[in-house]
């Protein structure tokens, strides 16, 4: 795993207990992307969930390091369970 990728990650789990983050680098652009499930999002919608993640990012990255995230999504467990049987 990319140096990038694992700090991340690492943050990610540090805010977001139990949450099961998986984190990847997207070719060729090297930007980092993937998704957050967290039962903590149960029933708050997508916009105030987005806003909580990218407050978190901005807290612990700089404005450079932010620019490397392409795009992160953010689901509870169940949701997450539902994308991977379609």
Do not use: N, Y
């Amino acid at each position: 795993m990319e140096a990038f990728e694992k700090r991340v990650k690492t943050i990610l789990q540090k805010h977001f207990p139990d949450a099961t983050v998986d984190i990847e680098t997207a070719r060729p652009s090297k930007k980092v992307g993937g998704l957050v499930a967290w039962q903590g999002f149960a029933g708050i919608e997508q916009i105030k969930r987005q806003g909580r993640l990218w407050k978190v990012l901005k807290r612990e990255l700089t404005a450079e390091e932010q620019l490397r995230i392409t795009a992160i999504l953010t689901v509870t467990p169940q949701e997450r369970e539902v994308c991977q049987e379609a």
